[in-house]
């Protein structure tokens, strides 16, 4: 049992290379493969028993981490399904090196919430092409996450205020006749609707029926 860590200390979060978690058998890596990805600005975390890795990154995940699916120390489909229940972990990008040609192990790999997968033996060169992909992927769907949970905040504090105010608002479709209400325009109207699409005859019925 080993870890192997390519600077003398961990790095910190705010480190500005991308950390890579390797969670495999050391007899899979050699000092090469850590050379090609180094070079490609990446701080390799090394170590073959998941104990480890867990103990030492829980609570700050890396940025990404490559999982070997089976190891004679671990289950890493059984590891990865783990770590996705914990709360720091569900966006981290983790890629399962599975046998070649193992079709059973890449669909076990996605059901168990990796990210991706990559088959063994593995060209390290092109990897860390890969990942660069996977994590500028990975920046996108968060940013997309942050901006819909800043939308729906700002949503849910504009029906407040039209509650506490007593002030609705609708759009109208010129192309459809079809007007788009909120729920305290009807409030307003002191008329139940189910429905929050309306035809401009009913809404103008609603105002002066």
Known sequence: MRCIITTMNVPSITDEKTRLLIVADNRDIKRSDYDNLTDQGYKLLHTDNAAMALE???????????????????????????????PKWEDVPIIMMTNSNDYHSIIQSH????????????????????LEYILSANKT?????????????????????????????????FTSGKMHCSNEVFKL???????????????????HP
Not at 111 to 130: C, H, M, S
Not at 141 to 158: C, F, G, P, V, Y
């Open 56 to 86: 030492g990154y829980k609570s700050a995940p890396p940025d990404v981490v490559l999982l070997d699916a089976q190891t004679p120390s671990f289950d890493g489909f059984s590891f990865c399904k783990m770590l996705r229940t914990l």
């Open 111 to 130: 059901d168990v919430g990796a990210t991706d997968f990559i088959t063994k033996p593995v060209n390290w060169k092109l990897l860390g092409y890969r």
């Open 141 to 173: 769907t968060q940013n997309l996450k942050n901006a819909i949970s800043r939308l729906r905040a700002k949503e849910s504090r504009l029906l407040n205020t039209q509650r506490v105010a007593k002030i609705g608002n609708w759009d109208f479709d």
């Open 189 to 207: 109207f002191e008329h139940p609707h189910h429905e929050h699409i309306i035809d401009i005859h009913t809404f103008l019925n609603y105002i």
